[in-house]
């Protein structure tokens, strides 16, 4: 397979980090994550980029481009609307490959008004009013022309309210129906040939912030399925894309957006064996790729997790084995990923336990190789561990004693660290 490198910009938005965990792992491609600010990408990319130029800067193309050729960039995958629209818009100028289907596509998906426009006539279609005089039932809700997730989202009860809301915004807007009942997120692919290859719809269980963080998938539905190739038929994809529904009073699917973009939720489609992001390469590169689920339903809920940025590097470990390498009779899952850091930045693990029995028993017990240890260091009860080593100056004690942390530290001045702050050591950039 030929080694692609891939450029994904912006990358600490949710869309960029679901890229991230859909690409990180394949080994054919090489990941470089790009931004203007600094985000959590640089948690997450051990290539980064920082300090791009917003693209409204008139130089934004020249230095995009040098950031391109300087890091070989075989393709680019836009993780925000208003980035793919500029750079669909100058895809022709660009020294690398843009995942994305048409600008024409893309310009019409940024635009809620646009999107209704091109698919007027269909029955999901949901009733938009051009002005407030025109509306004959509330409520009515009232979001951005432009945008995604719930930001600029209102429902109004009243004309004085919908007037009032209107005329305190600062974007153009769009008056819809009010949908009340649940709400979908159908995620698609379609090739280079224009063929619909993948439809698969998701309820959006919990939204925080306009991002679904509780979807479950369901099963096949003709009329959903019908609502894609009615909306591929007019607006030609190509790619992973994805589009929102909401039902009415009825029960009738209506369409709120569409998008010519990966969604962050669409991770869930990965738990089921279909790989939205990697398809979309490997239809870049002209390989023709086959879609088989290998699950029916599977439910996905996601959550803030941590990541940090130490201000040391530690080039020698030392840790306790009891109640640290097994917590609760369990192999400490935190801290093999950690240890497994070690071997990969060919940092020295060196075990040093108290414990009761033969170690070397015990590892193979938790079926622990003893090689992943530069060694081990056996004392008793009555001994101090500090007094069995001689470390350096970026060396790092890990031990879920207090009393044995202190000695160590008053005994070498090093950094001593519990169990509970291995999470701080992980490194998730790939």
Known sequence: MKQVRILIFPCGSEVGLELHQALKDISFITLIGASSVPDHGQYMFEHYCGGLPFVQTPDFLERFNALLKAQHIDFIYSAMDEVLDV??????????????????????????????????????????????????????????????????????????????????????NVICEYLQGEEYTVDCFTNRHGVLQYTSCRN?????????????????????????????????????????????????????????????????????????????????MNYDVAVTPQLDTVEVDRALYNAYHLPIEFDEV??????????????NLNLMRYLYQCVNKNIPVKLLTKHDYDINITLKRYKIAPELFDEIIHTDRAQRKCDFIRPGKRALFIDDSFAERKQMQEAHGMVTLGVDAVEALLDYRQ
Request: proline letters at 6%; charged letters at 25%; hydrophobic letters at 40%.
């Open 204 to 284: 959006r269980n919990r939204i925080r912030n306009g991002i679904s963080v509780n979807s479950r998938l369901q099963p096949p539905d003709e009329k959903i399925g019908e609502i894609a190739q009615q909306i591929s038929a007019r607006i030609p994809m190509r790619g992973a894309w994805f589009f929102q529904l909401k039902r009415d009073e009825d029960g009738n699917c209506k369409l709120l957006e569409v998008a010519t973009r990966v969604a962050g939720t669409m991770c869930i489609q990965r738990a089921v064996g279909v790989n939205l992001p990697l398809l979309s390469v490997f239809d870049m």
């Open 87 to 172: 750079l669909s818009a100058n895809r022709e100028q660009l020294a690398a490959s843009l995942i994305a289907p048409c600008h024409e596509t893309v310009h019409i998906c940024r635009s809620k008004v646009r999107t209704y426009a091109r698919l007027n006539g269909l029955d999901f279609v949901p009733k938009v009013y051009n002005s407030p005089d025109q509306v004959t039932r509330f409520p009515v809700i009232i979001k951005p022309e432009e945008g995604y997730g719930a930001k600029g989202f209102y429902i109004l009860q009243t004309p004085e309210a919908l007037r009032q809301q209107l005329a305190e915004s600062k974007t153009a």
């Open 318 to 331: 030392y840790l306790d084995f009891d109640d640290t390498v097994i917590v609760h009779d369990k192999v």
